[in-house]
């Protein structure tokens, strides 16, 4: 499973745009993270991932972006959540 997740943030990582990514399980726990994401970030980024989900629980997990700066943060919840951090 770990050269699975390798392979997809390495992936991920391939495009110029993306500046980290990370990969956590349903407990918050970090599978994998690149570039400038931290894997310190792991449990917010889960917990944000299921607190957009209250917003409209009959509906599909949804994709929150946050916006800082010059930087975004995308999240999903597809099994495992994921967060992609891209340059503006």
Do not use: F
Not at 23 to 41: E, H, M, P, V
Request: one cysteine or more; proline letters at 3%.
């Amino acid at each position: 499973m770990e050269d699975h997740v390798n392979q997809i943030l390495d992936k991920v990582m391939a495009n110029p745009a993306n500046v980290g990514c990370l990969l956590a399980n349903n407990q918050g726990l970090c599978i994998g993270a690149r570039g400038k994401a931290s894997d310190k970030s792991a449990g917010i980024i889960v917990a944000i991932s299921e607190q957009a989900a209250k917003l409209d629980p009959n509906c599909n997990a949804p994709v929150v972006s946050l916006e800082v700066g010059d930087k975004v943060c995308i999240i999903h919840k597809n099994g495992l959540t994921g967060a992609v951090y891209k340059q503006k």
